[in-house]
């Protein structure tokens, strides 16, 4: 077996032997991305590569997480050695799904992230420091617009591009908070405004295991870096420094632009941003919601080929989004709704899940995502 070949096999096969490594993401993508790329490769090793991955994606367990965090992630170091000798595979599974826009509020792409004003000039991602967000969101400094995590360095950072540009008004984007080690998504939103996308849209010079953005445009890219300057505070937790940076960098901004009110540059009207302040819910007696008996499987539950679906809470409107993705990170839709049992029977109508447990899995999360909408707690989605 080529020499490259047989390296990216053992170390997949190594990764294969490890549980964590089964039901994760990394491996999971690795190896949907694998099954695209192989084909164009007219090799017996490529087809041997390739009978060897539709064995391994049958023995994969339900994701638990999209990443377990190891500072030596198996699966996608085996992709870059393959990429490295084969750069033509790299992107040969992208495709454009760009994210729809609400016309009707901003920000347009739901997240986990607060707005305090939408007319400030600041934004600011936290990476993987959630508490700091929490904490920021409370102190509420002039100057800062929106506030959020930002943990993986590919859907994380479409919906940072898609809602910064989206607003004009905003000109900094400050990274602050720990980095995740293998993502780096920190680093790689750096990257993104120092050298751009390549035509894969892979980021150029990011070091992150999977950073190719595939919702989002070239047009998107060009319109981020031209707006935005980032202030790089990488590692920083310290509120006081933060929210002094936001002070120093809401004194430079240029005055206000008029914009519309769907938040684009365009002339729609000629409405400024309306001044809001952090919504705070409302806490409501729980709904009442049905119990339902979930069966333990003595055996590994299959995986759902349908992909897999993303809850966000809502603390601004009190809705329910749900984001369904494909195993390659590609959205393929967005179902929302303040009552959580229209989501799910709209999910199975749809034939969106294809395994009794995924369902069963589903209303589980969306009952509790409802119920911290209710009871006001922060909403973690559990893992299948």
Request: aromatic share 6%; hydrophobic share 35%; proline share 5%.
């Amino acid at each position: 077996m080529n020499p490259t070949f047989k390296k990216v096999h053992l170390e997949i096969q190594r990764g294969m032997k490890l549980s964590r490594c089964r039901k994760c993401g990394c491996m999971r993508g690795t190896l949907e991305n694998l099954r695209a790329s192989l084909p164009l490769l007219k090799m017996k090793d490529a087809k041997d590569l390739f009978q060897s991955v539709n064995e391994w994606l049958e023995q994969l367990e339900p994701q638990a997480y999209p990443c377990f965090g190891c500072k030596y992630c198996i699966p996608p170091e085996a992709m870059t050695i393959l990429t490295t000798k084969y750069p033509s595979l790299a992107s040969s599974t992208l495709s454009s799904c760009e994210i729809k826009i609400s016309d009707n509020s901003w920000p347009p792409v739901e997240g986990e992230y607060t707005v305090l004003d939408q007319a400030a000039p600041v934004a600011v991602s936290t990476l993987a420091s959630v508490k700091l967000e929490e904490k920021l969101a409370k102190l509420k400094p002039a100057g800062l617009c929106i506030v959020g995590k930002t943990e993986t360095e590919n859907i994380g950072i479409d919906k940072i591009v898609k809602n910064i540009i989206s607003n004009p008004v905003i000109n900094f984007l400050i990274v602050t908070g720990k980095d995740t080690e293998g993502h780096q998504s920190g680093k790689t939103l750096l990257a993104l405004l120092k050298k751009g996308v390549d035509k894969g849209m892979r980021i150029i010079g990011s070091k992150g295991r999977r950073p190719i953005l595939k919702n989002v445009t070239h047009q998107d890219v060009n319109a981020f870096r031209k707006q935005i300057r980032i202030e790089d505070m990488i590692g920083c937790e310290d509120t006081k420094a933060i929210t002094k940076k936001i002070k120093e960098l809401s004194q430079m901004a240029p005055p206000a632009k008029a914009v519309s009110s769907c938040g684009c540059s365009c002339e729609c009207d000629s409405q400024p941003l309306a001044q809001t302040s952090i919504s705070i819910p409302i806490i409501k007696p729980a709904a009442t919601i049905p119990a339902i008996a979930v069966k333990k499987y003595g055996k590994a539950v299959k995986l759902d080929k349908a992909g897999y679906f993303v809850i966000i809470p809502s603390k601004k409107d009190g809705n329910i989004l749900v984001e369904h993705y494909s195993y390659d990170n590609k959205l393929l839709r967005k179902i929302e709704s303040k009552n959580s049992r229209d989501i799910y029977f709209t999910i199975i109508e749809n034939n969106w899940v294809t395994e009794l447990s995924h369902a069963a899995y589903l209303g589980k999360e969306l009952a509790r995502a409802e119920l911290s909408i209710n009871k006001g707690f922060k909403f973690v989605q559990d893992g299948a």
